[in-house]
């Protein structure tokens, strides 16, 4: 099945041997090594599979598991949708969207001058506007952005603002997004 594997030819095996017995390291650094120094391209999948014939190199059962894999989407449109901002900075541009989690459409889009809640809620109403009448949103997943309000949560993780008051007036349920190491520092 698949591509039949390419064989390392003694050529790739010298150099290879001697990037290891100079550098000890393992395929990707030698990937770039052997690129860099001996001029020669050889993936970093084919060195690991000779180095692991050779012994100088074994396989992880960490790194040859399934990964876990969720699929976040909704399976139906306007079940769920996500909001965010963007600031480009070169030209210091602030656009904020929301899009539908199943199909991915952008439901409302706007540029704004400044990031805060009165332009996030702008957006918001837009959408609402727009596709309301068709199938009202129900949910809104967010980052912990301060113009969301989000970033200020109790030991219990409840948290209040004028954005999650304007969600729940308009009968749509605020879902925080699961923080990441970057957003906790």
């Not at 039949?4 to 150099?15: F, N, W």
């Not at 306007?78 to 541009?93: F, Q, R, V």
């Not at 109403?125 to 309000?149: F, K, N, V």
Request: hydrophobic fraction near 35%; proline fraction near 2%.
């Amino acid at each position: 099945m698949g591509r039949p594997k390419k064989l390392i030819s003694v050529e790739e095996s010298a150099v290879i041997d001697d990037a290891y017995r100079q550098f000890q390291y393992g395929a990707r650094m030698l990937e770039k090594i052997i690129r860099k120094v001996y001029a020669l391209i050889i993936s970093h999948n084919r060195i690991h599979r000779y180095l692991m014939d050779r012994g100088l190199a074994r396989a992880e059962s960490s790194k040859r598991k399934q990964r876990k894999w969720v699929r976040y989407e909704r399976a139906h449109s306007m079940s769920a949708g996500h909001i965010d901002w963007y600031e480009d900075a070169t030209s210091n541009l602030k656009i904020c969207a929301v899009l539908d989690d199943s199909s991915r459409k952008i439901l409302a889009i706007d540029e704004f001058a400044t990031i805060n809640t009165e332009n996030t809620i702008t957006v918001v109403e837009r959408a609402i506007q727009e596709y309301g009448p068709i199938c009202p949103l129900r949910e809104l997943i967010m980052d912990h952005g301060s113009e969301l309000g989000a970033h200020r949560r109790d030991e219990n993780g409840y948290w209040d603002s004028k954005f999650k008051q304007y969600l729940e007036t308009k009968g749509i349920r605020p879902i925080l997004a699961r923080e990441t190491s970057a957003d906790q520092r």
